[in-house]
DNA sequence: GTAATTATTTCAAACGTTTGAAATGGTGAT
DNA sequence: ATCACCATTTCAAACGTTTGAAATAATTAC
């Protein structure tokens, strides 16, 4: 049986035989109603299914408790997991999330911004996109008083915005610290596109981590991927091309990154490969699937940095910190050990 | 600069010095409003920026514009890609997607569609979790008319509803013949767990193509697994119990299984690991860096599922299709090759 | 030049809620 | 009996749209 007539507050009214504001306010837990009738209309209202209107709520308001977000795909292990935190503690905290995926494309990103603003979102959270170096389709938020939270991704200039971000170079620092431990003295560095920030600073901790073990540097020993599998296999051609000083472990940029090397050595030196050690970014689940596994992961923690991502969303429109005072959260990495 | 009085047609009435319901009229490009006024008030309102609120629209309308989407969860490769036929398909027909994970709990499967009803979604895909066997939580939609279409799983018994469902029975056939293409004879099939309707879907693929190519079956070749590591492996070690009668090949109901079973045998039995052929559903991008591959894999483009599951959905609330003619519709799986 | 017709614009109510201001009813003090 | 003072309830406007009906302006016919 569909019902006709929507319960409405009016409809609740009218059975009650009293007005529309006493309902409401009674629903409101009001000071200034009466227990007794307070309890009538709850309980009215229990019986009867009784559900507000969001978009009169919201219309009222001036609100939309939707809050959006935009990211380059799902199929990343990083913003899928990002996105359960995100989910999580948007929940929690009676906002809807709107997932909006750009695959990488400046165009969709701005088509997203647009859809999103057109949604009235109360709040946007962004992973920008690998091109992304104009901001005016972000700025039309802030101008209209609506926050943006950039986080996974550092907008390259500085521009001033509110981040939450993985602190990769404490990520970067530890792998390379425990391969160290491990007496490795040739730690080969594979990073991912140079336009990319993290890449520098997972560069950094890589660096940081070397001097403060009084390793010398050795330039040979790093080299870049732009993550498909042909510019990798360049950069580990590179990397094994010094035969007299050939690299004994390897960190990499990323696990999928790391995944084509090993294959691709597995291909061609299969013996060597044996020897080396690895590690990546990602704490990927089927890392136990591989026949020579890393030894351990950069867990990056995703879920985290989402989290903190809303969480800082919420704290800024709830205006219990000022637009103005720049933000900048590092969810910290944890090394995971294998075995 | 933030704008503190807000675009709204009542703003650009006044800046145009007309009606409210004129501007209104000329947005929306009504036949009785004059071409040249039309003209004025869309300069205007690009002008000024002006977006129409949403909030406002969906009160006037009893719309929300919004999907909602239960699934249980997103980090399981199908889901995810479903949803990014779900996401593509509603935004091109101006909806927007609210997704809620259950992690198969039936508990927050009914806290999940609560919150989507108070958000008055006007439709509701569902992936229903692993043990949910009452609808009540789900019959609220019904009630109040918001059409409901089951996706990806199949709800247990004959519960009167529309779906959208993978083909498994046909993926699991093609599978079936193409290892029997390949010559084998002793073919196993590792099956999920009982409860889940795909699991007998897809034995009855298997069976069907044994015996169209009349293949004799034979009940030690097939086992179930739980999903979960140990009970997979306890599948593998019934199935290799029988040692004159050891399969060849082996069709498993996902890939998650197939790849715990590979890691098993690589451990105890390489050398005839290494003379099987696999095969198992999802077509996951990992397949590449194992070092026993699969064969092929049974793509169940989710993608399509997730498309034809919104476009089943926007169909019923259109009306275009009425409410009690249930429908049932199977995307096929594509069988693909590897090298 | 007036009436009839058509084109265009405006009015006003409605969608379902919230909320400050005003109204109502009752109690106790004088 | 009158007044002041609470407690409680109701009024009425507002949020930003849409839309059928009514009003007005412009055009045509005679």
Chains 1, 2 share one sequence.
């Not at 920030?197 to 660096?207: E, P, W």
């Not at 990546?280 to 989402?306: K, T």
């Amino acid at each position: 049986m569909i019902r006709n007539t929507p319960v409405t507050l009016k409809f609740l009214a009218e059975k009650l035989k009293m007005s529309v504001s006493t309902v409401s306010k009674a629903l409101n837990d009001y000071p200034t109603i009466n227990a007794y009738t307070k309890k009538r209309v709850q309980e009215m209202a229990r019986e009867l299914h009784f559900t507000p209107n969001k978009s009169a709520i919201n219309l009222q308001e001036r609100k939309s408790r939707i809050i959006g977000i935009i990211l380059p795909n799902l199929l990343d292990h990083f913003f899928t997991r990002s996105i359960y935190g995100v989910e999580q503690f948007a929940t929690a905290n009676g906002y809807n999330v709107i997932i909006k995926q750009t695959h990488d494309e400046l165009e969709k990103e701005i088509q997203a911004a647009d859809m999103l603003l057109k949604s009235r979102v109360d709040g946007l959270i962004i992973a920008i996109s690998k091109n992304t170096q104009d901001f005016a389709h972000l700025g039309q938020f802030e101008n209209l008083g609506i926050p943006v939270v950039y986080y996974a991704r550092n907008p390259s200039f500085n521009l001033s915005c509110h981040k939450v971000l993985g602190n990769t170079f404490q990520g970067c620092y530890e792998a390379s610290r425990f391969l160290i431990q491990r007496k490795h003295r040739q730690i080969a560095y594979l990073g991912g596109p140079k336009m990319i920030s993290f890449t520098h600073d997972r560069f950094n901790g890589y660096i940081h981590a070397l001097r403060d073990h009084d390793i010398p540097f050795n330039a040979d020993l790093v080299a870049y991927t732009d993550f498909d599998q042909q510019s990798t296999i360049a950069a580990i051609q590179q990397l094994f091309s010094n035969t007299d000083y050939l690299p004994t472990a390897l960190v990499a940029f990323k696990e999928s990154v790391l995944f084509d090397a090993i294959k691709y050595l597995r291909a061609v030196n299969y013996a060597h490969l044996r020897n080396m050690e690895f590690i990546g970014f990602g704490n990927h689940a089927f890392i136990s699937y591989l026949d020579i596994p890393p030894v351990a992961s950069v867990e990056e923690q995703p879920e985290d940095v989402g989290e903190n991502a809303v969480k800082l969303l919420l704290q800024l429109m709830n205006k219990e910190i000022d637009h103005s005072e720049y933000q900048k959260i590092m969810v910290d990495c944890r090394l995971v050990v294998y075995e």
